[in-house]
Nanobody, 124 residues
Framework: QVQLVESGGGLVQAGDSLRLSCAAS????????MGWFRRAPGKEREFVAG????????YYAEFVKGRITISRDNAKNAVSLQMNSLKPEDTAVYYC?????????????????WGQGTQVTVSS
């Protein structure tokens, strides 16, 4: 099985950028569909972005399209999330996850492996 560790979160101002990283160990991410989710205070966990095992076009939630890019480096066994033009409503704990699937997976229950999360706080 794969273990996931996120990093790169922090406190930024509205309009700033952050790059989150997810380092995998134990098994190569080339055998997983990878995704990023977030959970804001008092809200349900929600899908942010996903990258399929086949490395076809990634999929993004509507609220981040044009601002966020997911990328995966199978050689480094890592996935990243580049976030630009951050807004206060992007404040949340961001989680990296892996699913044993070929395509992009948008539902949390289909992911079997999760990182511990990294906090992103965007001030106005």
């Amino acid at each position: 099985q794969v273990q996931l560790v996120e990093s790169g979160g922090g406190l930024v101002q509205a309009g700033d950028s952050l790059r989150l990283s997810c380092a995998a160990s134990g098994r190569t991410i080339s055998t997983y569909s990878m995704g990023w989710f977030r959970r804001a205070p008092g809200k349900e966990r929600e899908f942010v972005a996903g990258s399929s095992r086949s490395r076809s076009s990634p999929y993004y939630a509507e609220f981040v399209k044009g601002r966020i890019t997911i990328s995966r480096d199978n050689a480094k066994n890592a996935v990243s999330l580049q976030m630009n033009s951050l807004k206060p409503e992007d404040t949340a704990v961001y989680y990296c996850a892996a699913a044993e699937s070929w395509g992009v997976v948008r539902t949390a229950r289909e992911y079997g492996y999760w990182g511990q999360g990294t906090q992103v706080t965007v001030s106005s």
